[in-house]
């Protein structure tokens, strides 16, 4: 039985499941919000221990008679409401057949200076052999000849760090399960389809408020601080100007390379790779320790760094111009598909979402120290976004949010990712005001489950629910 209800806005009828009584849905024709009435009360089902809450995933049983009836998990869009909100297609940009031959001579430069690196490499490596084996008689004190040959190995580790070392370790992502969401996945598909792109295969989320494609394309990472902040449409122009990057016909796959090498080559010279980090955390405690002798070990990756250098130099100044056009395309394909104006909202907004997150973090130990730790760190920064007005957001755009100056940064200036925009329609093919949490089919558990990981991998797991203070 499917119930009948008319929108107040346009008087467009349309026809809701009996599982969406008592929600709320969106028209599809002028996207307003229109609540459906609930239905008749029905006769009473097994609420005692062990038996299934309706509308709750299998697994989660309802509350003895006398505990509180949980709340019901916040509504979601339907596939029907999903497909609504997309509005005809989108026409992304060319790239001219100039712009990929260039990169591929672009990606043959970058290809020699792996083999001069790789050559460094061979020579030094051959230098400490011919050391050990070559026989120099009383002309040369054997002392020496250990020495040389000490610093020959000291050298060839020192080149072979950048690739044998991890590099700084990231957050922890949990992949989702495409069955369990099928609005998310078609949702992702769906901006594929309009920019050409293949979906990525795999969708994972993380306890941060980023949002990452790998290099080859194929799995998408999504902040849950970043999907609690922002509305569907944002977080749809943000998927898209990643997944523009991998559309078909484009060069994408040379591209990617390049931008691929020159991220690890400038990794290599400028970011402190783990093995530096767990130095430097050893050597904050205060006074003599043993970790005071590891200290010198720090420095050697000096070498390395100045060996790769010149190579990241020259690799960042060949292929600037490329990855900067690059990613203004990504921005035009973002602007057309939700609108230059959401898409200047979005910009503003994810500034104000990173800097609100930034502020949480640090307060982590002290609240568990309190024992008032939120349980969920993405619904805690929602609150707190809606304490902010406007007019501070906009004071805090202007004033304390700063980009931050990185030495050799390919990436376009935001003045030049708004006047690539400019010219674009103020509305696009996606309107969804909606917040980005519907798309999810219970983003309250979610969020509150890697929070809880999160606080594990912080301060321990131990008296950790003790600690928690429930954020709506």
């Known amino acids: 039985m499917a119930l009948t209800i008319t929108c107040s806005k346009c008087s467009h009828s349309l026809k809701a499941k009996d599982e969406l009584a008592g929600k709320k849905v969106m028209c599809p024709k002028c996207q307003a919000i229109i609540a459906v009435p609930a239905l008749a009360p029905a006769a009473a089902k097994p609420t005692g221990p062990g038996a299934r809450i309706p509308g709750r995933p299998w697994g989660e049983r309802a509350a003895p008679a006398a505990a509180a009836v949980p709340a019901a998990p916040a509504p979601c869009l339907t596939r029907e409401q999903l497909l609504a909100a997309f509005q005809g297609k989108i026409e992304v940009p060319r790239v001219s057949l100039a712009r990929k031959f260039g990169a591929l001579m672009v990606l043959g430069v970058l290809f ?150 020159n991220g690890w080559m400038w990794r290599s010279v400028f970011q402190q790779d783990r093995f530096e980090q767990w130095i430097t955390r050893v050597n904050l405690r205060p006074g003599l320790h043993l970790g005071r002798l590891v200290l010198p070990l720090r420095y050697l990756s000096f070498l390395a760094r100045a060996a790769l250098w010149i190579p990241m130099f020259i690799g960042n100044t060949v292929a600037a111009a490329l990855v900067r056009q690059t990613e203004l395309d990504a921005d035009v394909c973002s602007a057309r598909l939700i609108g230059k104006q959401a898409f200047l909202e979005t910009v503003q907004r994810v500034k104000i979402v990173e800097y609100t997150w930034e502020g949480i973090l640090p307060e982590i130990s002290f609240l ?60 696009g093919a996606l309107a969804c005001p909606l917040p980005a949490s519907v798309l999810w089919t219970n983003f309250g558990t979610l969020a509150r489950d890697e929070s809880f990981e999160y606080y594990s991998a912080l301060v321990g797991a131990q008296h950790l629910k003790s600690a928690l203070r429930r954020v709506e």
């Not at 399960?177 to 293949?198: C, K, N, R």
């Not at 969920?376 to 501070?392: D, F, G, I, K």
Request: with cysteine; glycine share 6%; hydrophobic share 50%.
């Open 112 to 261: 020699g200076l792996a083999l001069v690196y790789m050559a460094m490499l061979a020579a030094v490596a051959w230098l400490a052999y011919w050391l050990a084996t070559h026989d120099f008689g009383a002309s040369i004190p054997p002392a020496a000849v250990s020495l040389a040959m000490a610093g020959a190995v000291i050298a060839l580790l020192c080149l072979l760090r950048p690739l044998l070392m991890p590099q700084q370790r990231s957050h922890r992502s949990y992949s989702i399960q495409t069955a369990h969401e099928g609005v998310l996945t078609e949702f992702i598909a769906q901006i594929g389809q309009q920019l050409d792109a293949p979906p990525p295969a795999a969708i994972q989320t993380e306890c941060s408020t980023r949002l990452t494609l790998d290099r080859a394309g194929r799995t998408l990472t999504i902040g849950l601080g970043l999907v609690a902040g922002l509305s569907v449409q944002h977080l749809a122009g943000l998927v898209a100007g990643h997944l523009a990057q991998h559309r078909r016909g484009a060069a994408s796959g040379p591209t990617n390379l390049i931008r691929a090498i």
């Open 368 to 427: 568990y120290k309190e024992q008032r730790l939120p349980d969920s760190l993405p619904h805690e920064l929602a609150a707190r976004l809606r304490e902010m007005t406007p007019e501070l957001c906009l004071t805090l755009v202007q004033t304390v949010i700063t980009a931050e100056e990185i030495p050799f940064d390919s990436r376009p200036s935001e003045a030049e990712r708004l006047a690539a925009v400019a010219a674009e329609p103020a509305t």
